[in-house]
């Protein structure tokens, strides 16, 4: 069940802290996406990358950063300035964006203490 | 401006007897829809899209561009349909997707 692969399943951290989420994938994909899963709401689209050393804001992008230095690897970053952190975060890929089939990764919950 | 929603947090049903899922949607020009399903413990995957107008483990789904609507069905649900679903919508030109809020399905023995 390998693919898109996300690190660590659960963190913790202390409030004004960064932390960075993990997301790699060996599918040769160009485009990477993070969301946010909150209950009740569904899921909230970050940032995303549609190639190498380029990525877009999406929907709730305040308080988040990312970078994508390489084509398999799209870190997400969630700075101090986010005021609502815990939640469930997302990684997914597709062969572009224009392609309808996201691939999901496991995810990783975070919890701000 | 693009949105899904799903009026039914939880819907519960009795294995053998049908089920429906709605969704909703409201958007200026012709979309793409999709239905995404996540089992307990698995990751979130594609279940069928609107498109191919297939049917995938017994659920079909059929766009209703004048009600807006996109209503994932099956008649006969079994135990393993437990999961939560999430309808989801890509506007043209292969703009970025919007969740709705997602249904649980629980089917009971």
């Known amino acids: 069940d390998g693919g898109i692969t996300q690190s660590p399943k659960y963190l913790f951290r202390k409030e004004g802290q960064n932390v960075t989420l993990s997301c790699e994938q060996n599918?040769?994909?160009?485009?990477m996406y993070w969301y946010r899963q909150d209950p009740g709401q569904g899921l909230r689209l970050i940032y995303y990358?549609?190639?190498?050393?380029?990525?877009q804001k999406g929907d709730i992008a305040e308080g988040y950063s990312v970078s994508r230095e390489k084509k398999e690897s799209f870190p997400l970053t969630v700075t101090s300035a986010q005021k609502n952190p815990t939640a469930f975060y997302l990684c997914?890929?597709?062969?572009?964006?224009?392609?309808?089939?996201?691939?999901f990764g496991p995810g990783t919950r975070l919890t701000v203490l | 401006a693009q949105r899904v929603t799903q009026p039914e947090k939880l819907l519960s049903v009795f294995k053998g007897a049908p089920v429906e899922l709605k969704c909703n949607y409201s958007?200026?020009?012709?979309?793409?829809l999709f239905w995404y399903v996540q089992y307990s413990r698995q990751r979130l995957q594609l279940l069928l899209r609107?498109?191919s107008r297939e049917s995938i483990k017994g659920f079909t789904a059929d766009l209703n561009k004048g009600e807006t609507s996109f209503h994932l069905k099956k008649p006969f649900a079994q135990e393993e349909d437990s999961a939560m679903y999430y309808c989801?919508?890509?506007?043209?030109?292969?703009?970025?997707?919007?969740f709705g809020p997602g249904t649980r399905l629980s089917v009971l023995p």
């Open positions: 997914a890929s597709s062969i572009n964006t224009a392609t309808d089939t996201q691939y």
């Open positions: 599918l040769n994909h160009d485009a």
């Open positions: 990358s549609q190639i190498v050393n380029d990525f």
């Open positions: 958007y200026s020009g012709s979309p793409e």
């Open positions: 609107h498109i």
């Open positions: 989801a919508l890509r506007g043209n030109y292969g703009q970025n997707f919007v």
